[in-house]
């Protein structure tokens, strides 16, 4: 025998799904040990996964040994909370997509408890989440029902959450597809330099490149590179946007702290534009903006739910982002 094994599952809809199970030695993974060590990272704690599985710590503790031995690898860091290894990342993965699959066959074959809804995990950046994402979700096709956990991170850290199989898809700036996972670009969405009329006219009587390097300016948070990143690029290489910076970790709150004059940003194009016309923003470089193009990664798996949110989110795209994808049909 191999050291992996497919296995072929048949659904109610006559589609095959192969999924890759993996083997040590001539030894397959326990079900009952993968299910503990995905209830101990979403639980945190080993008192805790005891609870929510009606077993004793010691139970738990012996499940999560036992699996180690049988991969010979550590799969948990003992912190707190409980935190996955590399390789623990890849069973709690395996364990993620093995419980959705069973969800989906459960409820096409009309088994008990296919009434209870179907839960969707993704990963988004606030911009998205706060423009363009929302109105999609509310298009799914809610047969079977479905419930969206959205988890909010930096574009360029979305794609970490999928790698570490606490959720399903990811809105992310990564076009390198995650271990497990398909990928398919969604659009650009564009940012556009702006300023209050008054911030403009005390800070950028000088020429642009100058300017940006001093005046205060506003970042999303710690990592959001978006402003620096923009005035490298204008000033060819050199020191990025003024470290006079104030940060505003929400998407409404940074355009809004903008608005009443806290600093330049970079304002995403539809968030930016009622505020043009409003007069309460002004572009300070009409003639430039900053792309950053956006991905759609989720689980190879042949899940209905997936595939409708798939559908929604890249429809979606193709008219709120530039350069959208055309949705597949």
């Not at 072929?8 to 040590?24: E, G, H, N, Q």
């Not at 330099?193 to 005390?202: K, Y």
């Not at 710690?222 to 060819?236: E, H, I, T």
């Not at 190879?300 to 890249?314: G, I």
Request: glycine share 6%; with cysteine; net charge neutral.
């Amino acid at each position: 025998m191999d050291a992996t094994e497919t296995i072929t599952a048949r659904t109610a809809k006559d589609s095959y799904v192969s999924l890759v199970i993996v083997k040590t030695e001539l030894t397959e993974l326990p079900l009952d040990q993968v299910r503990t060590l995905l209830a101990v990272v979403d639980e945190g704690t080993f008192d805790a996964a005891a609870a929510a599985l009606h077993v004793t710590p010691s139970a738990v503790s012996q499940r999560v040994k036992a699996l180690e031995q049988r991969t010979g690898r550590v799969l948990l860091m003992r912190t707190k909370p409980v935190r996955a290894t590399e390789s623990g990342e890849v069973v709690v993965r395996f364990a993620r997509q093995l419980a959705r699959l069973e969800r989906d066959a459960r409820a096409e074959l009309g088994m008990s408890g296919a009434g209870e809804p179907t839960r969707v995990s993704i990963a988004v950046n606030a911009d998205s989440l706060a423009t363009w994402l929302l109105p999609a979700l509310t298009r799914v096709r809610h047969e079977p029902r479905l419930c969206f956990e959205l988890r909010r991170e930096d574009e360029t850290r979305t794609a970490s959450l999928l790698r570490e199989g606490l959720v399903m898809a990811a809105v992310t700036s990564s076009a390198e597809p995650v271990t497990g996972c398909s990928v398919r670009a969604l659009g650009r969405m564009r940012y556009v330099p702006v300023a209050s009329p008054d911030f403009a006219r005390e800070h950028f009587g000088r020429p642009l490149r100058e300017a940006l390097a001093v005046a205060p300016t506003v970042a999303f948070d710690r990592s959001d590179d978006l402003q620096d990143a923009f005035v490298r690029r204008l000033r060819r290489g050199k020191e990025g946007a003024s470290p006079v910076r104030h940060f505003v970790p929400t998407s409404e709150g940074y355009a809004e702290s903008v608005a009443l004059g806290l600093g330049w940003g970079l304002v995403p194009e539809v968030q930016a534009e009622p505020l043009l016309q409003a007069g309460r923003l002004v572009h300070l470089a009409p003639d430039r903006a900053h792309d950053v193009p956006l991905y759609w990664q989720q689980w190879k798996l042949d899940s209905p739910a997936l595939a409708a949110v798939a559908e929604a989110v890249t429809e979606a795209a193709a008219g709120a982002l530039r350069g959208g994808a055309v949705p597949r049909h």
